[in-house]
């Protein structure tokens, strides 16, 4: 599998412009920014979080951690980490570990990293672990708009590799 199938049906039928870029098997976002000698900044990280009732996807940098106070304080809410079990069920036509950030196609919210504001290019996981979607600034913005954007991360230490804070 090179995309997951509902992500490249949504891509299409927005028709907003992407290409994608192959690289050496990865087990994470960071690790595909590495492989594909791309900016872990500019690599779109999913992250799902649950409150008990719906879920959340937060799309933040590959090298940022998610603060969940701030999430939780923006939303009101009392979200968590989903589960691996959960995310593996909710995104059935991807490899775990390889989420798109794009959960509006998963029929969930999504809260995305003010930071993305100044990327130029914007990379996603595409559903496996050996490709990323190529986007560029504008189809990314097409793609988040109407979704609720926030500063709700900040710069991982690597000696820890934490996705919460």
């Not at 891509?11 to 907003?16: F, M, P, S, Y």
């Not at 649950?50 to 959340?56: A, K, V």
């Not at 998610?66 to 593996?88: D, S």
């Not at 490709?131 to 991982?156: K, W, Y």
């Amino acid at each position: 599998m090179s995309m997951s199938p509902r992500i490249a049906a949504h891509l299409n039928k927005i028709g907003v412009n992407f290409d994608l870029v192959s690289h050496a098997h990865s087990r994470n976002s960071m690790q595909s920014a590495r492989m594909a000698k791309l900016p872990p900044s500019q690599i779109a990280k999913a992250v799902i979080l649950h409150d008990g009732d719906r879920y959340r996807m937060c799309v933040i940098p590959a090298n940022h951690r998610l603060i969940l106070e701030r999430v939780n304080a923006h939303m009101h809410g009392n979200y968590r980490l989903a589960t691996e079990r959960e995310v593996a069920m909710l995104f059935d036509d991807c490899e775990i570990g390889a989420v798109p950030a794009l959960g509006q196609v998963y029929g969930m919210p999504v809260s995305w990293e003010v930071e993305f504001n100044h990327a130029k290019d914007v990379y996603l996981e595409s559903g496996d672990h050996e490709h990323l979607i190529h986007l560029q600034h504008g189809a990314f913005m097409e793609l988040m708009n109407g979704q609720d954007h926030l500063h709700m991360s900040c710069p991982q230490d690597d000696r820890f590799g934490s996705i919460v804070h």
